[in-house]
């Protein structure tokens, strides 16, 4: 079974942030020493060499290695976070100025919501989830920060993605694209239960 | 030419009103676009204080939802199409005739035409506050359908979508006049390769304006006539088209607004150095492939769409870092070996590599889709472009004022002044941005008035850093002010500088250069002058330290 996108995110954001660190702290270190050792003083003459080619094409080759190896584990994590299998659980989701509607198709379940009555649908957290994502007007964008990920919803296609939540409990969500009046309110919850929580809450709502 | 007509000589400028506002010397039109540049400046960053009020603490305390919509559109489109691009376009204007030994830029009546087209853009831009509806609210670049006449009523959304064609029109009109310089008015003796690194720098941005500016021109023009007429980018296609148009435009610029201040760095840190810059031409090779991949990353705006293949422009964007690394490599071995005086313009110059690094390494981390789809609309991007535009180009375009004011004016500015005024900007740069990198990763979307209560410290901290780069800001501005009320001369070359500009005198006459030009013999002529003069000995102005 694949992880879910919050664990392949954290997986290859600590990899790019370690690199990220390692790059900014030689640099800080290089400017700072730069800095002190080479400030006038009495004597000091400037060099005068002011040109060193196999320096460059070390650094540009080195460069070059890591975003290589970066690109990489970008692509794998990419392929793996992208597919979207059919799922036992669908959900279609239409994002809307200025809320929210769930449906689960051959369930007669639907949960809508809006800025004023923020929406809270239900998802299995053992088994990961597909979503079907759409828009009924303008651009909006689809976010849940505990899972790492989000998606756009453009009204006339609709982008397809699996999440797969683990922890039971609630988790918040939120449009990430600007879309009018209300886009600061435009939010929803999800709320992850055990399989037959799950179940109950469906027929709860049938 | 039919007729015989001859065409007179320039006379020199009428000292009237009239006459400083129709002269088409660059370096009068540059500072026209600099001052036209620095009042919307102004403008848009008293927008932006506006914001971190509001954001200072969760609820609606001073503005209304849509009001707050206008001031983060046209904080952004300010700063973006109304200061940041032109002033850089105005640096180049000033300095690239004077660097390549030329007595005038190439259409010279182009460039004053650019500059009233571009400020005719800004006014209508910014008048969009006086109609009904307000100004344009639906963020510095629109979406559509969201900009559509149904979904954004109001001739101030107009009056924005005619002022960005014609801003971006106007500094085009200006970029193709540095560009024809360059090719055209290079003085004898001045090849390619004996261009100074500024000029360089110039050449890569007004190539990339000449690629993507005409792009928006036209972008505007449709999405004018999408509100009005209709039926152009319709349904889920034209949605992605228009973005598709929007960012083929919109990722060029940010690399347009940074350049010219790469270039303003590399002159700063080799002067202040006292050493000629470091991998000349590995410099030269690595712009031109920036310039080259710059034109094919756009799509990275557009990775959580779903729409555009992915890879592609991730591996397009995060190659950007070879050619980033070889000119972070050249203006550190620049410095290392140097005997660095710290001057106010060196400052801000460390300043610029130092802080922009912390905006290019966040920008690794945001060409990676699998990463881009967690921070995308977050403050996490907000933190990153504002490193990489105001901590970065603000403090590079500083550098560079810093430094040819002298030569500008004929005034030196306040060193003390500029001192201080160098670190409360970086204090309110870093206590401003940074917080915003942990909101975004938490959950903070972008262009918002109101959020979640658990966001209220880091957003009251933001807010106090913008209190310390106003502060900062109008300590600059005071120097200026300090320093042209009394002046202390400057003389030629005041900095020991290695360029032509600093071989006439300061401001330089009507036709740039007095006397004959010094020999042309390396992209810096003067130190060629000096270090020939005086093989053995220190190199003069190195005491001049402060």
Same mark, same amino acid.
């Given at each position: 079974?694949?992880?879910?996108?919050?664990?392949?995110?954290? +997986?290859?954001?600590?990899?790019?942030?370690?690199?990220?660190?390692?790059?900014?702290?030689?640099?800080?270190?290089?400017?700072?020493?730069?800095?002190?050792?080479?400030?006038?003083?009495?004597?000091?003459?400037?060099?005068?060499?002011?040109?060193?080619?196999?320096?460059?094409? +070390?650094?540009?080759?080195?460069?070059?290695?890591?975003?290589?190896?970066?690109?990489?584990?970008?692509?794998?994590?990419?392929?793996?976070?992208?597919?979207?299998?059919?799922?036992?659980?669908?959900?279609?989701?239409?994002?809307?100025?200025?809320?929210?509607?769930?449906?689960?198709?051959?369930?007669?379940?639907?949960?809508? +919501?809006?800025?004023?009555?923020?929406?809270?649908?239900?998802?299995?957290? @053992?088994?990961?989830?597909?979503?079907?994502?759409?828009?009924? @007007?303008?651009?909006?964008?689809?976010?849940?920060?505990?899972?790492?990920?989000?998606?756009?919803?453009?009204?006339?296609?609709?982008?397809?993605?699996?999440? @797969?939540?683990?922890?039971?409990?609630?988790?918040?969500?939120?449009?990430?694209?600007?879309?009018?009046?209300?886009?600061?309110?435009?939010?929803?919850?999800?709320?992850?239960?055990?399989?037959?929580?799950?179940?109950?809450?469906?027929?709860?709502?049938? | 030419?039919?007729?015989?007509?001859?065409?007179?000589?320039?006379?020199?400028?009428?000292?009237?009103?009239?006459?400083?506002?129709?002269?088409?010397?660059?370096?009068?039109?540059?500072?026209?676009?600099?001052?036209?540049? $620095?009042?919307?400046?102004?403008?848009?960053?008293?927008?932006?204080?506006?914001?971190?009020?509001?954001?200072?603490?969760?609820?609606?305390?001073?503005?209304?939802?849509? %009001?707050?919509?206008?001031?983060?559109?046209?904080?952004?489109?300010?700063?973006?199409?109304?200061?940041?691009?032109?002033?850089?376009?105005?640096?180049?204007?000033?300095?690239?005739? =004077?660097?390549?030994?030329?007595?005038?830029?190439?259409?010279?009546?182009?460039?004053?035409?650019?500059?009233?087209?571009?400020?005719?853009?800004?006014?209508?831009?910014?008048?969009?506050?006086? %109609?009904?509806?307000?100004?344009?609210?639906?963020?510095?670049?629109?979406?559509?359908?969201?900009?559509?006449?149904?979904?954004?009523?109001?001739?101030?959304?107009?009056?924005?979508?005619?002022?960005?064609?014609?801003?971006?029109?106007?500094? =085009?009109?200006?970029?193709?006049?540095?560009? =024809?310089?360059?090719?055209?008015?290079?003085?004898?003796?001045?090849?390619?390769?004996?261009?100074?690194?500024?000029?360089?720098?110039?050449?890569? $941005?007004?190539?990339?304006?000449?690629?993507?500016?005409?792009?928006?021109?036209?972008?505007?023009?449709?999405?004018?006539?999408?509100?009005?007429?209709?039926?152009?980018?319709?349904?889920?296609?034209?949605?992605?088209?228009?973005?598709?148009?929007?960012?083929?435009? !919109?990722?060029?610029?940010?690399?347009?607004?940074?350049?010219?201040?790469?270039?303003?760095?590399?002159?700063?840190?080799? $002067?202040? &150095?006292?050493?000629?810059?470091?991998?000349?031409?590995?410099?030269?090779?690595?712009?031109?492939?920036? %310039?080259?991949?710059?034109?094919?990353?756009?799509?990275?705006?557009?990775?959580?769409?779903?729409?555009?293949?992915?890879?592609?422009?991730?591996?397009?964007?995060?190659?950007?870092?070879?050619?980033?690394?070889?000119?972070?490599?050249?203006?550190?071995?620049?410095?290392?070996?140097?005997?660095?005086?710290?001057? $106010?313009?060196?400052?801000?110059?460390?300043?610029?590599?130092?802080?922009?690094?912390?905006?290019?390494?966040?920008?690794?981390?945001?060409?990676?889709?699998?990463?881009?789809?967690?921070?995308?609309?977050?403050?996490?991007?907000?933190?990153?472009?504002?490193?990489?535009?105001?901590?970065?180009?603000?403090?590079? =375009?500083?550098?560079?004022?810093?430094?040819?004011?002298?030569?500008?004016?004929?005034?030196?500015?306040?060193?003390?002044?500029?001192?201080?005024?160098?670190?409360?900007?970086?204090? !309110?740069?870093?206590?401003?941005?940074?917080?915003?990198?942990?909101?975004?990763?938490?959950?903070?979307?972008?262009?918002?008035?109101?959020?979640?209560?658990?966001?209220?410290?880091?957003?009251?901290?933001?807010?106090?850093?913008? !209190?310390?780069?106003?502060?900062?800001?109008?300590?600059?501005?005071?120097?200026?002010?300090?320093?042209?009320?009394?002046?202390?001369?400057?003389?030629?070359?005041?900095? !020991?500088?290695?360029?032509?500009?600093?071989?006439?005198?300061?401001?330089?006459?009507?036709?740039?250069?007095?006397?004959?030009?010094?020999?042309?013999?390396?992209?810096?002529?003067?130190?060629?002058?000096?270090?020939?003069?005086?093989?053995?000995?220190?190199?003069?102005?190195?005491?001049? &330290?402060?």
């Amino acid at each position: 079974m694949k992880a879910g996108t919050h664990q392949e995110f954290e +997986g290859l954001f600590s990899l790019y942030m370690a690199i990220g660190i390692g790059v900014a702290v030689l640099v800080f270190a290089a400017v700072g020493f730069a800095l002190v050792h080479y400030r006038a003083r009495g004597d000091r003459r400037p060099s005068r060499v002011s040109e060193m080619n196999r320096i460059e094409i +070390g650094v540009a080759t080195l460069i070059l290695l890591i975003v290589a190896f970066l690109v990489t584990r970008t692509f794998t994590v990419e392929a793996r976070v992208d597919s979207a299998p059919k799922e036992p659980t669908t959900i279609d989701v239409t994002a809307f100025q200025w809320g929210w509607r769930f449906v689960y198709p051959g369930q007669g379940v639907e949960v809508i +919501g809006n800025s004023n009555d923020e929406p809270t649908f239900a998802v299995p957290g @053992d088994e990961p989830v597909h979503f079907k994502l759409t828009s009924a @007007d303008v651009l909006h964008s689809f976010w849940i920060p505990g899972e790492r990920f989000k998606r756009a919803a453009i009204p006339g296609r609709t982008n397809e993605f699996d999440l @797969d939540f683990e922890s039971e409990g609630t988790e918040d969500g939120l449009c990430t694209e600007f879309c009018g009046l209300r886009h600061s309110d435009m939010r929803f919850n999800v709320w992850v239960l055990s399989k037959a929580s799950y179940r109950r809450w469906l027929a709860a709502h049938r | 030419m039919a007729g015989g007509a001859q065409i007179a000589a320039p006379a020199p400028p009428a000292p009237s009103a009239m006459g400083w506002l129709a002269a088409t010397d660059h370096k009068r039109t540059a500072a026209k676009v600099a001052v036209a540049a $620095t009042f919307f400046f102004l403008l848009s960053g008293v927008l932006a204080l506006v914001m971190r009020a509001e954001l200072a603490q969760p609820g609606l305390q001073f503005v209304s939802d849509h %009001t707050y919509d206008e001031l983060f559109t046209m904080h952004g489109s300010g700063m973006i199409y109304l200061f940041l691009t032109p002033v850089a376009l105005a640096l180049g204007l000033y300095l690239v005739p =004077l660097q390549v030994g030329a007595a005038q830029v190439a259409a010279p009546r182009l460039a004053l035409f650019g500059f009233w087209i571009y400020l005719c853009g800004g006014l209508s831009m910014y008048s969009g506050f006086l %109609t009904d509806n307000g100004a344009g609210s639906d963020t510095w670049g629109a979406t559509l359908p969201l900009a559509s006449s149904g979904n954004t009523p109001g001739v101030g959304m107009d009056l924005w979508v005619i002022g960005v064609g014609l801003a971006v029109l106007g500094s =085009l009109l200006i970029a193709v006049t540095i560009l =024809l310089t360059i090719i055209r008015l290079r003085a004898p003796g001045m090849t390619m390769l004996r261009m100074p690194v500024f000029c360089w720098t110039m050449l890569a $941005t007004t190539f990339m304006v000449v690629a993507s500016f005409p792009v928006m021109v036209v972008a505007m023009a449709l999405l004018l006539a999408e509100r009005h007429i209709g039926g152009i980018f319709d349904g889920a296609t034209g949605s992605v088209a228009y973005q598709q148009l929007f960012w083929f435009f !919109g990722h060029p610029v940010v690399y347009v607004m940074f350049f010219p201040f790469v270039g303003a760095v590399g002159e700063v840190v080799s $002067t202040f &150095s006292r050493k000629r810059f470091f991998g000349y031409r590995a410099l030269v090779v690595s712009l031109l492939l920036f %310039t080259a991949l710059s034109m094919a990353v756009w799509g990275h705006h557009l990775f959580i769409l779903g729409a555009v293949p992915n890879q592609y422009y991730s591996l397009t964007s995060q190659l950007l870092a070879v050619p980033a690394g070889i000119e972070y490599l050249d203006l550190i071995a620049t410095m290392i070996g140097g005997a660095i005086v710290f001057r $106010t313009p060196m400052l801000f110059a460390v300043g610029f590599i130092l802080q922009f690094l912390i905006g290019g390494l966040t920008g690794i981390i945001v060409a990676s889709p699998p990463l881009d789809y967690h921070v995308n609309g977050s403050y996490f991007i907000v933190a990153h472009f504002h490193y990489t535009l105001l901590a970065g180009s603000l403090f590079g =375009l500083l550098a560079g004022f810093h430094y040819w004011f002298p030569k500008m004016t004929g005034a030196m500015l306040r060193e003390r002044l500029g001192k201080l005024s160098f670190w409360v900007l970086v204090l !309110g740069a870093n206590l401003t941005f940074f917080p915003m990198f942990f909101l975004g990763f938490e959950g903070m979307p972008r262009r918002v008035a109101d959020y979640a209560p658990r966001f209220g410290n880091l957003n009251l901290l933001s807010s106090i850093g913008a !209190g310390f780069i106003a502060l900062g800001i109008l300590m600059v501005l005071a120097n200026v002010f300090v320093s042209l009320r009394r002046r202390e001369p400057a003389g030629d070359d005041p900095w !020991g500088a290695q360029t032509l500009e600093w071989s006439t005198s300061s401001p330089p006459p009507h036709n740039n250069f007095g006397a004959a030009l010094p020999a042309i013999t390396s992209y810096a002529p003067l130190l060629d002058r000096r270090e020939a003069e005086e093989p053995e000995r220190e190199p003069r102005g190195a005491e001049a &330290s402060a």
